[in-house]
């Protein structure tokens, strides 16, 4: 007995029906797009799960939030000291 009560000269006979059927060059084709899909299938998993991790790590956006606005705080801060100089001298 073989898988699930099929013995292998049973599945030796869908093999070679399958084979007559779809021929090799087809059948590789075939073998060839489905490992592609698993492994885009695969990265795109691995890729979700590197941003659900950024995504749900409350520091790393804390610390992203606080260097963004140290940028965009330390050039208003520049031209809001430059601004009080000028009405100091007129």
Do not use: C, H, Y
Request: aromatic share 4%; no cysteine.
């Amino acid at each position: 007995m073989g898988v699930g009560g099929i013995g292998i000269w049973q599945l030796l006979i869908i093999l070679l029906i399958v084979v007559l059927l779809f021929g090799t060059k087809r059948l590789k084709s075939i073998g060839s797009d489905l490992g592609n899909a698993v492994k885009g299938f695969r990265s795109a998993m691995t890729d979700a799960d590197k941003g659900a991790d950024d995504e749900a790590d409350p520091k790393r956006l804390d610390a992203a939030k606080s260097e963004q606005a140290s940028d965009s705080s330390g050039s208003t801060s520049d031209a809001a000291s430059s601004k009080p100089a000028d009405k100091t001298k007129v």
